[in-house]
């Protein structure tokens, strides 16, 4: 199983970027996933996930109504649009996946992206 993150990068406050996680060895429409990040000096933070169909998502309070978790099962994809992003943002971000439904512990899932960094400058 290998889930490879990637679309991190330097932008400025209020910018917009789109991460993508791509799934191989897993069928994705069997597995709710979820992005994560964690800031330097700071503990892992639950982003949001997405269920196994696409049809329901999970947001952390910090990313309610800027971010948005959409999948692509066909492609074996799934992607995090994060919009008007503060500086507060900065973090590593990485996908993650299980059977089963959302979780916003990371400590329940088994699959892990190698994470890919989004730095917003003020």
């Known amino acids: 199983v290998q889930l490879q993150a990637s679309g991190g990068g330097l932008v400025q406050a209020g910018g917009s970027l789109r991460l993508s996680c791509a799934a191989s060895?897993?069928?994705?429409?069997?597995?709710?996933a979820s992005w994560f990040r964690q800031a330097p000096g700071k503990g892992r933070e639950f982003v949001g996930g997405?269920?196994?169909?696409?049809?329901?998502?999970e947001y952390g309070d910090s990313a309610k109504g800027r971010f948005t978790v959409d999948k692509d099962n066909a492609k074996n994809m799934v992607y995090l649009q994060m919009n008007s992003l503060k500086p507060e943002d900065t973090a590593v971000y990485y996908c993650?996946?299980?059977?089963?439904?959302?979780?916003?512990?990371?400590?329940?899932?088994?699959?892990w992206g190698q994470g890919t960094q989004v730095t917003v400058s003020s």
């Open positions: 993650a996946a299980r059977k089963g439904p959302i979780r916003t512990s990371g400590d329940l899932y088994d699959n």
């Open positions: 060895g897993i069928t994705f429409s069997r597995y709710a």
């Open positions: 997405i269920n196994w169909s696409g049809g329901s998502t």
